[in-house]
């Protein structure tokens, strides 16, 4: 189903990447369709310009998935199709929100644990740019972006503002 330019999936399927690096995020996290004003979850952001989603690759990423239980992903340079994104973003217990070029180049994902309430946020720009606001605790918004900006271009605060 395609929203927004971008396209959404929920997956049953299940595999670790070296080059993946680890952020935890220690906040309290609030379900916005019900009050848990006692949820309390440490929150794991994982990031991974890919360079290519292969077979290969998809294989590592989900050995990574199982391995550590990450609750975000993002990843950059996706490099695929919508039609090989398909298959290639399906993580059990999982859904994945992407942004495809082609399968030369660029592209973005963020895959997210399936209990974890998001909304996307609309951005209007054919950039490779996606992201998801989740609901903190006393009214805050976590803020999660996946984006690839070519080496060649210059990336500035005044892109982002003008983006979102």
Known sequence: MTMNNTNYMQFSNTNNNNN??????????????????NLRQNLTIVHWN??????????ELA????????????????????????????FNNYVAIYKCRNQYGGGCALIIKKNIIF??????????????????????DLIVFSHYNPPTEELSLDYLRNTI
Do not use: H
Request: proline share 3%; glycine share 2%.
């Open 20 to 37: 993946i690096n680890n952020t935890n995020i220690n906040n309290n996290i609030c379900n916005k369709n019900k009050n848990f004003s």
């Open 50 to 59: 890919c360079d290519g989603l292969s077979e290969v690759k998809q294989v």
């Open 63 to 90: 050995y990574y998935i199982e391995l550590n239980n990450p609750d975000i992903i993002t990843l950059n340079e996706i490099k695929l199709s919508n039609t090989n994104a398909t298959t290639r973003l399906n």
């Open 119 to 140: 909304d996307e946020i609309p951005i209007s720009s054919n950039s490779d740019i996606i992201g998801v606001k989740l609901k903190l605790m006393d009214n805050k």
